[in-house]
């Protein structure tokens, strides 16, 4: 089945950009979808459709997804950015929906 | 504001039966999916599966058909997720999730159900 690779953990000083990768095999041809989890909270959708915000969602936020590799970006990272980030698409072939492994974002 | 409201903490022992449920505070119930996903202490996410209220239609991972059953009462907007023999294994936070209404993303999500299975 199909699988996406997340690193574990990537971690960025206050006020700078983190880029959180999800890789997958031509990735760029479906379509990904990101959402945030803060510790001891339910997850939250922060972009949808490789590149839109929903509503609340902070400019910071920006998704991109080309070739093998789609990137969570965030840009003046704040304190409450600190949380888990996981990457998800909808597999066709097989009917299911399948998550990334997740990235631990860690502000320094 | 529209919410999935989840059934409270559960604990069972080995081989019990369980069925927590998840509540659409909404009016349009029936025209969403909504999927079940696990997360065991520490780890990530885990799709269980889906269901289409309207006409039942369930989608399964195969990690777990044959090991849950998910189920709708659409008279009281209810999305369920329910074992016949739990196992330790089981011990995790259970999510109900409802799915965009264009794609499968999940854009609302309950606040989780804690289930521990232990002896």
């Known amino acids: 089945s199909y699988v996406l690779t997340q690193p574990p953990s990537v971690s960025v000083a206050p006020g700078q950009t983190a880029k959180i990768p999800c890789g997958g095999i031509n990735l760029g041809t479906r379509t990904v979808h990101w959402y945030q989890q803060r510790s001891g909270l339910a997850p939250v959708l922060v972009v949808s459709d490789d590149s839109d915000r929903p509503s609340g969602i902070p400019a910071r936020f920006f998704g991109s997804n080309s070739d093998n590799t789609a990137t969570l970006t965030i840009s003046g990272v704040e304190d409450g950015d600190e949380a888990d980030y996981y990457c998800?698409?909808?597999?066709?072939?097989?009917?299911?929906?399948?998550f990334g492994g997740g990235t631990k974002l860690t502000v320094l | 504001e529209v919410q999935l409201l989840q059934s409270g903490a559960a604990v069972r022992k080995p081989g019990e039966f369980l069925k927590i449920s998840c509540k659409d505070s909404g009016y349009s119930f029936n025209i969403y999916w909504f999927a079940w996903v696990r997360q065991r202490p520490g780890k990530g996410l885990e799709w269980m599966g889906s269901?289409?209220?309207?006409?039942?239609?369930?989608k399964y991972s195969p990690s777990f058909q044959g090991h849950v059953t998910i189920s709708v009462d659409k008279s009281v907007s209810t999305a369920y997720l329910q074992w016949n023999n739990l196992a330790a294994s089981d011990t995790a936070i259970y999510y109900c999730?409802?799915?965009?209404?264009?794609?499968?993303?999940?854009?609302?999500w309950g606040r989780g159900t804690p289930v521990t299975v232990s002896s």
């Open positions: 269901i289409y209220p309207d006409d039942s239609d369930v």
């Open positions: 998800q698409v909808w597999d066709a072939t097989s009917d299911r929906v399948i």
């Open positions: 999730a409802r799915r965009g209404r264009d794609w499968w993303y999940f854009d609302l």
